[in-house]
């Protein structure tokens, strides 16, 4: 997407708003040509030279025991698509979003025929074209920008993070995302109890979704869950649209009661989210939402009307890492904190802690919160056995991974295992 879609009548210059991006910014041209000469002597050959010779989609579902969701949605099966770019020197890269709307067929008929034949070094070229032939769906971007990431970074025997000019933490918080509704479950007894063994694994944080029942009811069980963990656990709930406006203000007014973090989302989404600027002013909750949000083009409008007190752009969804940089940079010049989305697998866990080592801490100041990691815990195999190297909770954080690209490697098998019929 072109920079003009930054509307130049916020107060920002806009080479200053680039400047601020960093050296490496949105596209990491500088570093490309900058590291070119440096990964020539490495086993894979002249990275100018590389080509990509193949685009592959897996769509990977996986049948859960127990049927579950938030208060909006049931089911007891669990999907993803992974994207696997190769190229002529043997380097492979992965990258993951949903297959919502046909974006599997957008990458297979518009978007592979763009890549095929062309250098993955030359991001910033290719990412632009990308955009030009989907009229603009940023999961199908998303997915292939992730892979693109990991291509360059294992050419240039660098990180994501360092690609971007590096690290401002090795290791980012993780917040639990758990407490799903799950039929056959009394939530009253299952919330309690769930939030007590994840405390117990070493969460600090915690996310449990609301809305479904009752809200009385509901918001006993949140009081209970509060109760179990003791005060000293961060609280987080979801409320996934299940409420209209005056309810939300009346929920998230008793959830301040609870000492809760944010209540996330809780009117109906769509791109448009609607009041959600009336909910923020009506609250001292923080309210969190965006995780829909397909581009900094519908990023900005929230932004200036600010929808949210924490914005949620998610790098399987939104057009990809470089777009959730742009984004959480156009947020802090409204002093709006950046807390990306994710709720997939591995491949989109390693990329949001790659995104999230790169965000400064929200103040200067030594106790400033930092942006978390939204961590699925429920079963996941897309999570466990696609890569094998599972992160590991340390005090509450996940060390961000160093390995070229998106520090990871994916077992294939596993893929396979889970992948249905090709397209």
Known sequence: MPL????????????????????????????????????????????????????????????????MGP??????????????????????GW???ADVGGTR????????PLLLGKNPLEHRKLWRSLWGAN??????????????????????????????????????????AAMNYQIGLEPEKQFPEEASSLVKRGFR??????????????????????????????????????????????????????DFYFFEEPLPQGLNYAGY??????????????????????????????SFDLIQPDPTLCGGIAEVLFIAEMARLFSIQCLPHCY?????????????SLLPPYTFGFSSDEPMLEYDVGENPFRDEVVPQTFQLEDGRFRVPTGPGLGIEVDEAAVKKYATKPR
């Open 4 to 67: 003009s879609a930054f509307d130049p009548s916020v107060s920002c210059e806009r080479r200053g708003f680039l400047k601020s991006l960093g050296v490496a910014g949105l596209a990491g041209a500088a570093t490309v040509a900058g590291n070119s000469a440096l990964a020539a002597d490495g086993p894979v050959g002249k990275p100018s030279s590389l080509t990509i010779t193949k685009v592959e989609t897996f769509a990977l579902l996986h049948k859960l025991p127990r049927a």
């Open 71 to 92: 208060s909006t949605a049931v089911s007891d099966l669990k999907d993803t698509l992974l994207i696997k770019i190769t190229t002529d020197s043997g380097i492979v």
């Open 95 to 97: 990258g993951e979003t």
């Open 105 to 112: 067929g957008i990458i297979e008929d518009h978007l592979k």
């Open 135 to 176: 009229f603009g769906d940023g999961r199908a971007v998303a997915g292939l920008d992730l892979a693109l990431h990991d291509v360059r970074g294992k050419a240039l025997g660098q990180s994501v993070a360092e690609m971007y000019g590096g690290r401002l933490r090795d290791t980012v918080p993780v917040y639990a």
């Open 205 to 258: 944080a915690l996310k449990a979704r609301t809305g479904r029942l009752d809200h009385k009811r509901d918001l006993a069980i949140l009081a209970k869950v509060r109760e179990t963990v003791g005060p000293s656990i961060r609280l987080l709930t979801d409320g996934n649209g299940a409420f209209t406006l005056p309810q939300a203000v009346r929920f998230g007014k008793e959830l301040e009661k609870l």
């Open 277 to 306: 600027d009336e909910l923020t002013k009506s609250l001292d909750i923080a309210i969190a939402g965006g995780e829909v949000l397909d581009s900094r083009a519908s990023a900005r409008e929230h932004i200036v009307k600010r």
């Open 344 to 356: 997939a697998g591995a491949i989109a866990d390693a990329a949001t802690l790659q995104v999230l």
